[in-house]
């Protein structure tokens, strides 16, 4: 049975760098073809894809936030983690992680329940 | 980047109608790597179509996907009350950068 869980903080300040880990279970991001993207969904707005790890450690990003996000991976522990730097009010958001099977050319699958993140001094 | 259109914002349909939902793409999507997710207030999206025409697992015959290159469809032939929800169209055929469409709310009339 595949299993994704966020956790993270609920509260951030503007200007802080938010840090979220995605736990899963069910697969192995070692094995060949496994991914783990981030998604994000504003309250009332549209999903917003973030980035995506790959079992072979390839890394992509969101064009519009690749200088604030960096993605990585503890295969050990069946961990990907999220970072984005200077967060602001409008990042606020639910953030979802989800796996991929199948490689870069495959959809979403599994989804997690997702962690709502709210940005405000 | 692929930016995709969903359309109609809104659809306002009756339990039993057919619902036909547009997502158009600003350049070609290789080879038909687009899919169609249903998410329900306080739910996480689920997957009901890839590959533009293909059914996930466990999803009805009533839904059903089309189209290629720049413009696709989701079609649910006959609404059920429990299809009443968000849908959103998701392209992957450009392996750097994936892109969600705005979504189309499929509402009771």
């Known amino acids: 049975q595949v299993t994704l869980r966020e956790s993270g903080p609920a509260l951030v300040k503007p200007t802080q760098t938010l840090t979220l880990t995605c736990t899963f279970s069910?697969?192995?991001?070692?094995?060949?073809?496994?991914?783990v993207s981030w998604i994000r969904q504003p309250p009332g707005k549209a999903l917003e894809w973030l980035a995506r790890?790959?079992?072979?450690?390839?890394?992509y990003y969101s064009t519009s936030l690749k200088t604030r996000l960096t993605i990585s991976k503890d295969t050990s522990k069946n961990q990907v983690v999220l970072t984005m730097t200077n967060m602001d009010p409008v990042d606020t958001a639910t953030y979802y992680c989800?796996?991929?099977?199948?490689?870069?050319?495959?959809?979403?699958?599994?989804w997690g329940q997702g962690t709502l993140v709210t940005v405000s001094s | 980047e692929i930016v995709l259109t969903q359309s109609p914002g809104t659809l306002s349909l009756s339990p039993g109608e057919r619902a036909t939902l547009s997502c158009r793409a600003s350049?070609?999507?290789?080879?038909?790597?687009l899919a169609w997710y249903q998410q329900k207030p306080g739910q996480a999206p689920r997957l009901l179509i890839y590959?533009?025409?293909s059914r996930a697992t466990g999803i009805p015959d009533r839904f059903s996907g089309s189209g290629s290159g720049t413009d696709f469809t989701l079609t649910i032939s006959r609404l059920e009350p429990e299809d009443f929800a968000v849908y959103y169209c998701?392209?992957?055929?450009?392996?750097?950068?994936?892109?969600f469409g705005q979504g189309t709310k499929v509402e009771i009339k």
């Open positions: 069910g697969f192995s991001l070692s094995t060949s073809g496994m991914c």
């Open positions: 350049q070609s999507v290789s080879s038909s790597y």
């Open positions: 590959g533009a025409s």
């Open positions: 989800a796996r991929i099977q199948g490689g870069s050319y495959s959809p979403i699958d599994y």
């Open positions: 790890i790959d079992w072979d450690d390839d890394k």
């Open positions: 998701q392209q992957y055929g450009s392996s750097r950068t994936w892109t």
